[in-house]
């Protein structure tokens, strides 16, 4: 039987047949409590503290009785020997039984040099010492352990997000039904304030969403019927009527933690740097310890219990259990502080690299734009009512089937114009051109400038001609709508900037993002417009998807660490070439969350720069980590060299560097969008 342990996400996984029973008595998971990750077994309620901690307890008062003693008995009387003996063995009992037999394996980590250095202060009399470093590195371990809680709760808050049950209407009967035993194709009622139990379709209903549980979005979102709406996401004033669209274990948030716990257990390039480094550290240590304790006795005559002495502190100081801690802790906590706000990091490796990144290359539609074309000027040449005449052009665009269609009857409809019943006859389709159709007697035409350089018999007039040049040059379509006798209006259309990006690009400036690249399939004109709206460094246009791809080739051999953001579908060559590939719209979108390696939620550009800004923070955190863990030990080293170190500053030195490291990591909790 096989098992697979994911430290970050506090989850075992066991291949094989077993009960929790026969986990909880394995030695590896002795004092955990095992529950399993589906089921009603519930994790158990949290032990008091004075049971959690009894032996810790009892370790500190026996120490405490052990220097009473001393001060009354001194320090060789028995009562004082057996107070420090006992503080040892009830302290330190899970340590030792570790310790020892990873010693019999040859296996040299924290635990084996902490045993050999308590069993060596113990044989050369240092008993009150020896207990003190039990119940100091007890402490630490406790701390330590509270730590973690702390950076894996961000995952248990995912977890408890969605309900366990929902309101399922089947046969004509609503009852309460358990997540695991919900179909797809049932239909679910959600009441006003209730939270919504799984992935769907809304069938029926009208209210606001909630959704900032899985895409950070603060402002509820309007939903009616036909648009999608995620589990653990929370209704408010209407009732909704739901199609279950996927199962329990293939909803958004299900699969959002499954990655994250996957993100969190992936070693990232600066711990696998510190595993590497303590293998060789770890033996190191224990042959500059053993140096330590005999060369001076032997060469010099010096006194061989000061020095044997000092070997074991050399034992202490050199764990190397704050160097091990101090990526991890960092990558795990950065992880699930992301994944709150909206912003899926599949990997330490990718948190990394974003920190370092250099230049940033955006796809122009559906990323820096909003991927829906609307109506952006609307220029009447005649006497004609603005409005009237809107409406007359809407009435036939809603007959057409051309793409730039649904912009004008947008526009329409958000100014309340009527069109859907005004009478259309002899309607056509002009190809590659555009559509007539006659309105109280009167032919309309609508399309691009070509078409009335037919239509009329003189051409379109210079004037307006300059005017359709002059919108063009703004990156926008321009239709004309008129009769065979005259023009009468222009309407442009262009793809929306959205409002964000032009923040985005100058806040990822801000940064230090020494270069950000545009890249659309766009013609030149249309490109640099928005270019030079949102602000980009530079601008490519007419891109296919090949081309696409070798700018970001070209771009990684210039600048090293490149990111790609698009939508995940048509870009997922580029993403897959740049260094860290950053899809927009990760809620509900499979592609998005499996060809990325960063997803942002709920299609908003904005958590961009909060992601940077945070992998900055993370690899910042981790260098200083290192930095300090070796340094301390390096200083508390040195205190060897005039013989000025004490196993209470070489458990001070390690525990507390580990404790510190463990706490700055926990610094990137505090990190905001």
Not at 66 to 74: A, E, P
Not at 254 to 261: D, N, T
Not at 639 to 648: E, H, Y
Not at 653 to 669: F, H, K, P, Y
Request: hydrophobic share 45%; proline share 3%.
């Amino acid at each position: 039987m096989d098992a697979n342990v994911n430290f970050g996400a506090s989850k075992v996984t066991v291949y094989g047949e077993t009960t929790i029973e026969e986990l909880e008595k394995a030695g590896s998971f002795e004092n955990l409590k095992i529950y399993p990750e589906k089921g009603e077994v519930e994790p158990q309620k949290k032990e008091p503290f004075w049971k959690e901690y009894g032996n810790v307890l009892a370790s500190l008062l026996l120490v405490l009785m052990g220097y009473l003693s001393v001060f009354i008995n001194g320090e060789e009387h028995s009562a004082t020997i057996a107070a420090f003996l006992a503080s040892i063995v009830i302290g330190g009992y899970s340590l030792f039984k570790t310790g020892i037999k990873n010693l019999f394996c040859l296996e040299f980590d924290m635990r084996t040099l902490m045993t050999i250095a308590i069993i060596g202060a113990a044989i050369i009399g240092e008993w009150s010492e020896g207990a003190v470093v039990v119940i100091l590195f007890a402490i630490s371990e406790a701390l330590e352990r509270y730590s973690m809680d702390k950076a894996r709760a961000s995952i248990r808050s995912l977890m408890d997000i969605a309900p366990k049950e929902a309101l399922v209407r089947r046969n004509g009967q609503e009852r309460m039904i358990h997540v695991d035993d919900i179909e797809l194709g049932d239909i679910m009622i959600v009441k006003p304030s209730g939270k919504i139990a799984m992935d769907g379709v809304v069938v029926k209903g009208l209210s606001a969403v909630n959704q900032a549980a899985i895409t950070g979005e603060s402002v509820p979102v309007e939903k009616t019927a036909g648009d999608d709406v995620f589990a653990g996401t929370l209704n408010a004033e209407g009732l909704l009527e739901v199609k279950v669209t996927k199962r329990v274990d293939d909803t958004t948030i299900a699969r959002i933690i499954h990655l994250v716990e996957e993100a969190q257990a992936e070693r990232a390039p600066s711990q696998a740097f510190v595993d590497r480094f303590a293998k060789y550290y770890t033996p190191a240590i224990i042959v500059v310890a053993a140096l330590v304790a005999i060369i001076p006795p032997l060469l010099f005559g010096a006194d061989w219990s000061e020095w044997v002495y000092q070997g074991l502190a050399v034992l202490v100081v050199g764990c190397p259990c704050a160097l091990v801690i101090s990526t991890p802790v960092a990558i795990v906590t950065a992880i699930g502080n992301a994944a709150r706000n909206g912003v899926l990091i599949k990997g330490g490796i990718y948190l990394e690299q974003t920190g370092a990144l250099k230049a940033v290359a955006f796809d122009k539609t559906g990323t820096l734009t909003k991927g829906i074309p609307a109506v952006t000027d609307y220029v009447v040449l005649n006497k004609e009512s603005e409005n009237d005449l809107f409406s007359a052009i809407a009435a036939l665009e809603y007959r057409s089937q051309h793409p730039l269609a649904s912009a004008i009857m947008k526009r329409a409809e958000g100014e309340n114009l009527p069109y859907r019943e005004i009478p259309v006859e002899e309607f056509s389709s002009i190809t590659g051109k555009g559509i007539k159709g006659q309105i109280n007697g009167t032919m309309y035409y609508i399309g691009s400038p070509k078409l009335f350089e037919e239509v009329l018999t003189d051409g379109v007039p210079n004037d307006v001609q300059d005017q359709v040049k002059k919108l063009q040059s703004q990156g926008k379509t321009v239709m004309v709508a008129g009769t065979n006798q005259e023009v009468m209006s222009l309407v442009a259309v262009a793809d929306e900037v959205r409002e964000s990006s032009k923040d985005v690009i100058q806040k990822l400036h801000d940064l230090g993002i020494q270069k950000t690249i545009m890249l659309t399939g766009d013609n030149e004109g249309t490109a640099k417009a928005v270019g030079s709206e949102v602000g980009v460094t530079d601008v490519r246009a007419e891109l296919l998807p090949e081309d696409k791809l070798q700018f970001i080739k070209n771009l990684r051999d210039e600048y090293g660490h490149v990111a790609m953001v698009g939508d995940g579908i048509n870009d997922a060559p580029a993403l897959a070439a740049a260094t860290v590939g950053v899809a927009m719209g990760g809620a509900g979108t499979d592609t998005a969350l499996e060809t990325a390696d960063i997803a942002l939620m709920g299609d908003d550009l904005k958590k961009l720069p909060f992601t940077v800004s945070l992998s900055r923070k993370a690899l910042a955190i981790i260098k200083q980590n290192i930095t300090f863990s070796l340094g301390v030990k390096l200083l508390a080293l040195l205190l060897v060299i005039p013989g000025w170190l004490t196993l209470w500053i070489a458990i001070f030195a390690d525990m507390g560097a580990t404790l510190i490291v463990t706490l700055n990591g926990l610094r990137l909790l505090r990190v905001k969008k």
